[in-house]
């Protein structure tokens, strides 16, 4: 998924009427710092956001990514690691012998082209929305470099090409919004990018006491939406957090939830019949996370009361085991499992594994369907 700051600093840049050129990893092969959809915006004078590599590529197309589309085509340019002979120039070698050992193919675009479609505009609109939809690109074969077909929801464009072509990329698109991941794809001799555009995680912070201040903080830096509810509205909160405070009942939080692509919710009100009453009604919510802040012997308490069975989206004492103290770490350790939760993948050392990083490795379920 693109990240959310790409999609807002593309929105400033065309309300302003900047030109300025995207560069998108396409295709992978091997190992490599970044994975395809990844995205950097520079001007003709500066870098705006966003980055294709751990810093091997992002010179070179900085200084050469408005050279190589002066005709105003979108280009590919492959940087190979493999054999550093076959890189581009000594610069590129230089780099890529600090580590990397894969194929990075970056698309080089130019943005504002009558006539195409713009992939970070439709990201901003499924973001807007909090609908997924997907883009397909061609990089690839006998179609044309750049090529674009988008989708949200069931309405589909696409820009003008054969209607094989347009059938595998919305059949693509279909695939990848189900799953929710990007992927490559390749039909008759053309290869594709299909991205999966999510809206991001909308978190629901049940609760404005201070250590909630930092939850919603470092949810926010991740470029999640986040939505604090409280029974009543105070100025002081509103400051605290930098945000408005939503004030309504367990119900109508609720519906805000099952409203949302992605929700999670922590409670953390610090009031027992509060925080029981939230959890019931977040049990009978569609939530993919339910966090509850404190022992486990206090939400096994409230189970009881509210006559209902353990939930396996309740996490209760909420966070990883990270030794956190301090309210800072103790939200580090919550959000960090929501973030597992939400990939489903194991919250584990990345030491531990026995395969490459990039290499699919199934966690236990950890969401009921509901």
């Not at 590129?92 to 193919?105: K, P, S, W």
Request: net charge negative; charged share 25%.
């Amino acid at each position: 998924m693109t990240e959310r700051n790409i999609v807002d600093a593309a929105a400033r840049l065309r309300r302003e009427h900047e030109p300025h050129l995207v560069a998108t990893v396409a295709c992978v092969r091997g190992s490599a710092y970044r994975r395809p959809g990844a995205r950097m915006l520079i001007t003709r004078f500066r870098w705006v956001a966003g980055s294709v590599s751990g810093g091997c590529l992002e010179g070179d197309i900085a200084s050469k990514g408005w050279w190589r589309t002066k005709d105003g085509d979108p280009v590919v340019v492959t940087y190979d690691s493999r054999v550093i002979d076959a890189a581009d120039d000594e610069d590129i070698r230089a780099a890529f012998g600090l580590g990397c050992d894969g194929v990075v193919e970056v698309l080089l675009e130019r943005s504002g082209v009558p006539g195409r479609i713009d992939a970070l505009e439709v990201a901003q609109r499924c973001l807007a929305k909090q609908q997924r939809g997907a883009v397909a690109t061609v990089f690839r074969g006998p179609a044309r470099i750049g090529t674009r077909a988008a989708m949200i929801g069931d309405a589909i464009e696409a820009e003008d090409m054969p209607d094989e072509l347009k059938a595998w990329l919305v059949a693509d698109m279909q695939a990848a919004i189900a799953e929710g991941k990007s992927r490559n794809t390749e039909h008759g001799g053309i290869e594709i990018l299909v991205e999966a555009i999510l809206p991001p995680p909308r978190l629901f912070v049940i609760g404005t006491g201070h250590d909630a201040v930092p939850v919603a903080a470092l949810a926010k830096q991740l470029g999640w939406d986040v939505v604090v509810c409280a029974r009543q509205q105070k100025f002081s909160d509103r400051d605290r957090f930098a945000t408005d405070i939503f004030v309504g009942s367990d119900a109508e939080i609720c519906a805000r939830i099952d409203a949302s692509d992605r929700a999670l919710a922590i409670v953390m009100s610090h009031n027992y019949e509060r925080d029981r009453d939230m959890l019931g009604a977040l049990m009978d919510s569609q939530a993919h996370y339910i966090g509850m802040l404190g022992p486990k012997a206090r939400t096994t308490r409230m189970f009881a009361e509210l006559g209902r069975a353990p939930d396996e989206r309740v996490h209760a004492p909420v966070g990883l085991e990270l030794g956190a103290e301090t309210p800072t770490e103790i939200a580090l350790a919550i959000v960090a499992e929501a973030q597992a939760v939400l990939t489903s993948t194991p919250a584990t050392s990345l030491r531990e594994r026995r395969v490459p990083i990039h290499t699919e490795v199934r966690a236990e379920p950890v969401l009921v369907a509901v």
